[in-house]
């Protein structure tokens, strides 16, 4: 269910800081379902999405003093739930990736017709596990989230120049792996 | 800037709808071929997650919940029985050491120059006569202080015996 409050999230945050219950479930709702696709297609297991959004607001919320309202709330959402993606890859080296197999990788026999179907999707997720991990989460949070490029630098802890040079080495290795 | 450079800046802002191609971006988009193998990288990139089973109202409760018990947790250690007493023992304790402190130093006498600095330590010794404090001194029994003027006892350097003397003294008898 996605919220439909007014409010901007500021404002409920203002208001969650206040004691307001009804603001923090305004907020979990209005992101999490956001939250649940970028870490699915960042690599997390289906089956720990659930935990690790879940986590992502338990610490958001259990340190709202981190964020002065700079950046956007989403934007350090973002950065939370990355790092927390990172510590749960680290803990689990590497088994909370989707592996890439050999057949995954384009064949170069005709890659407009590759797109057509739904192969492209399993080829272009298994193009992202092999980026860099700064690149994957830059190309996602930007095409996935369409979140600018200040956003991401708030969510990747850059510079929105750097995250811009980081999505576009993305775009172009990805159309390497996948031409 | 070019073209390409242009068109690919764009298209994670057309791909979500919050701007159009042109008649010109399209007529580009057909003759190059890079540009439109990122347009549909772009736009497979978009989908990626679409079928995403997250329930927000469950997290949320879930999260609320979390929160809650989280505040909960300190009120919990408030409630140990012994918790008050360990602290108040603590409190006496320490008092107890500064006083052995001062009384065991050999200039104790001459660098307090008045009963500020007593007071400011333990006030209640102050309601006490010279006889009651001596009797409360000699209560403590020879201290590491005593025995080397200047070194401040530690608390576990006290034998039972001592440490319920001193809990007796602290009683005011």
Not at chain 1, 16 to 31: F, S, T
Not at chain 2, 117 to 145: K, M, R, Y
Request: proline content about 5%; hydrophobic content about 45%; some cysteine.
């Amino acid at each position: 269910m996605m919220s439909d409050c007014p409010q901007t999230d500021p404002e409920l945050v203002l208001a969650w800081r206040g004691g307001d219950e009804l603001a923090a479930r305004h907020l979990v709702e209005r992101h999490a379902l956001a939250l649940g696709r970028y870490l699915g297609a960042a690599g997390a297991n289906a089956a720990e999405v659930d935990d690790l959004v879940q986590d992502t607001f338990f610490k958001a919320f259990k340190g709202l003093d981190g964020w002065r309202g700079e950046g956007s709330f989403r934007g350090w959402l973002f950065r939370i739930a990355g790092n927390l993606l990172k510590d749960r890859y680290r803990q689990q080296k590497g088994r909370a990736f989707v592996p890439i197999d050999d057949h995954d990788i384009a064949d170069h026999s005709d890659p407009a017709g590759e797109f057509a179907a739904d192969e492209a999707e399993r080829r272009l997720e298994s193009g992202l596990q092999r980026l860099p991990r700064l690149q994957r989460e830059v190309f996602l949070l930007r095409v996935q989230q369409g979140l600018e490029y200040r956003e991401i630098a708030t969510a990747v802890g850059s510079t929105p120049g750097a995250a811009r040079v980081h999505y576009h080495h993305a775009v172009k290795r990805l159309k390497e792996l996948l031409e | 800037m070019s073209e390409c450079e242009r068109l690919s800046e764009q298209m994670p802002d057309v791909v979500r709808g919050v701007g159009n191609w042109t008649a010109g971006d399209f007529a580009h988009l057909a003759s190059c071929a890079l540009c439109a193998l990122e347009w549909r990288l772009v736009e497979r990139g978009a989908a990626l997650g679409a079928d995403s089973i997250v329930d927000p109202s469950a997290i949320a409760t879930g999260v609320l919940a979390r929160l809650a018990a989280d505040r909960e947790a300190p009120r919990v250690v408030r409630r140990i029985p012994w918790r008050g007493g360990a602290i108040g023992l603590v409190a006496v304790a320490a008092a107890a050491i500064l006083v052995i402190a001062i009384s065991g130093h050999p200039d104790s006498t001459t660098a307090v120059p008045s009963a500020a600095a007593p007071i400011a330590i333990l006030p209640e010794l102050q309601n006490l006569s010279d006889q009651q404090l001596e009797v409360v001194q000699a209560s403590l029994g020879p201290t590491a202080a005593d025995a080397t003027p200047g070194l401040v006892p530690h608390l576990g350097d006290l034998t039972e015996s001592e440490l319920e003397d001193l809990l007796r003294s602290e009683g005011g008898q």
